[in-house]
DNA sequence: CTATATGTTATAGTATATATATAACAGATA
DNA sequence: TATCTGTTATATATATACTATAACATATAG
């Protein structure tokens, strides 16, 4: 999968990291079992440091997308990803929250919020759909 | 209007600063017109620097949510709020894109997700309208 | 056995962001 | 004149982000 990092962006770089393998996840570029780069490679690949990729790894680890194995390697997880808890959906509302205020402000119609919301939605289901025998 | 800080949030202060005003105008209870506490006045009372508040204000003048006048103080807007333009869109759709790609792995629906939405469309709309006189 | 690959740990350094503390300044107003 | 604005300037402390090296434990390939 192809992974590109924005270096002038204000999102930390493990950050943009993060999203990228869970945005690949969610579109089905990237499937249960399947391999990552190592450490090492993915940084070489990207021109930054090792432990700035380690870092996203142990994120994607601790929220349950991806398995380490100390010599396998690191692998997006076989068993499915754990769904939604309460806290999870807290999170969620506490990030749009902000972004509602501000589109009511600056006269964005709730159906035109969720129009982004639903194109988004789109935009990850169009390769993860499509088939059936899946 | 009653702000309230969280020092174990890891939003920074002036952003939560920020977002509460910007809140605070998408209710309305911050209307066009009115006058926020100066620096030193809000500073003091939730006890924190006034380099900390007069931050959250830059960011709100360079937004377009407030005037400041050098000594007459922090106004919100009267002309009301400069409306969304593409660039702001295009910044609704980046932070909620992570948002779709995490929920769709953790099997929250596009309803469900929606439905999110809108009750936050609905808290924010549920003081600032009901009355036909304003 | 040896070499190589994994993730991991440790140490150090630099740069930036966040927040604080103090002080002083310019200008309007009471 | 005293007091209130926001503003500017310094300095300090802490945390975060990122990099640079080195070394370690362990599985696997040759």
């Not at 990291?17 to 993915?42: D, F, W, Y």
Request: proline fraction near 4%; charged fraction near 25%; hydrophobic fraction near 40%.
């Amino acid at each position: 999968m192809l992974i590109e990092i924005d270096l002038e962006s204000d999102l930390p770089i493990y950050s943009q990291l993060v999203n990228q393998i869970i945005e690949g996840i969610a579109t089905g570029h990237l499937k249960p079992g399947e391999g990552l780069p190592s450490v090492r490679t993915l940084a070489a690949d990207l021109g930054i440091n090792l432990h700035t990729v380690n870092k996203a790894y142990q994120i994607l680890k601790q929220k349950g997308f991806v398995l380490i194995h100390r010599q396998k390697g690191v692998v997006i997880q076989p068993q499915g990803i754990a769904k939604a808890d309460a806290y999870f959906i807290e999170g969620i509302k506490e990030t749009v929250k902000p972004l509602v205020a501000e589109s009511i402000c600056r006269d964005i119609s709730e159906e035109e919020f969720i129009t982004y919301c639903r194109e988004l939605f789109s935009y990850f289901h169009k390769q993860k759909g499509g088939f059936s025998n899946e």
